[in-house]
C-alpha cells in the first residue's frame, strides 16, 4: 500500500498564481515555513501583493528584493508599475533598468513603451517599441509602434511596418 504523497506547498503556491488565484496564493505563500521562503517564494509573494491590490505592501517587499538581487529585471519592472500607478517619475527609470538587464523582457518592454507614449513621448517610445515587435510581433505592439511613427512625423515607415506586418485586411485608426 502507497501513501499518496503530500502536495508541495511551493508548487501549489505557483500553481494557484497561473491560475489567477492571487489571494489564495499569497495565503498559501505567507503560510510557508521561513526555511522553505527562497527567492522564488518572496517574489511570488511581492508579485501578489500586487496583483491583490495591495501595492504599498507590494513596493516594500519589491524593494526588499532589490536588496538581494540587484539584478533582477522583474522586480525593477514590478516596482516600476508600482510607482507608476502612483503618479511617481521613478517609474521610467525602473522600466528602463529593467530592459537594460533583460532586453527579451516583453513584460517589461511592455510597460516601458505604455509609460512613455502614456506621456507623449514618441521618440522615446521607438526604439521599446522596435525592439518588441521584433520580439513579440503582437498586434498591440505594432499598433503602438506604427502610432509612434505618426506621432514622429514619419508616415511611410508606419506604412510600411503596417504592410510588413500582414495588416492589409485590417484597417485601424492608424492606417
Not at 536588496?67 to 503618479?87: A, F, N, T
Amino acid at each position: 500500500m502507497t501513501v499518496p504523497a503530500q502536495k508541495d506547498p511551493k508548487k501549489e503556491a505557483f500553481r494557484l498564481f497561473e491560475d489567477g488565484r492571487y489571494q489564495e496564493s499569497l495565503q498559501t505563500c505567507m503560510g510557508l515555513p521561513a526555511a522553505d521562503r527562497d527567492a522564488a517564494v518572496e517574489v511570488l509573494t511581492a508579485t501578489n501583493l500586487y496583483y491583490t491590490r495591495k501595492p504599498e505592501d507590494a513596493e516594500v517587499c519589491f524593494r526588499d528584493l532589490l536588496q538581494k538581487m540587484p539584478d533582477s529585471s522583474y522586480v525593477h519592472s514590478y516596482l516600476g508599475k508600482i510607482l507608476e500607478e502612483r503618479g511617481d517619475e521613478g517609474a521610467v527609470a525602473e522600466y528602463a533598468t529593467a530592459v537594460h538587464l533583460d532586453p527579451t523582457n516583453q513584460d517589461a518592454l511592455r510597460s516601458y513603451a505604455e509609460y512613455l507614449l502614456s506621456r507623449q513621448d514618441y521618440r522615446g517610445a521607438l526604439p521599446v517599441l522596435r525592439h518588441l515587435v521584433q520580439l513579440a510581433k503582437k498586434p498591440g505592439d505594432v499598433k503602438h509602434l506604427m502610432r509612434a511613427f505618426i506621432e514622429t512625423g514619419d508616415a511611410e515607415e508606419a506604412l510600411a511596418l503596417h504592410a510588413v506586418s500582414g495588416g492589409d485586411s485590417d484597417r485601424t485608426h492608424e492606417y
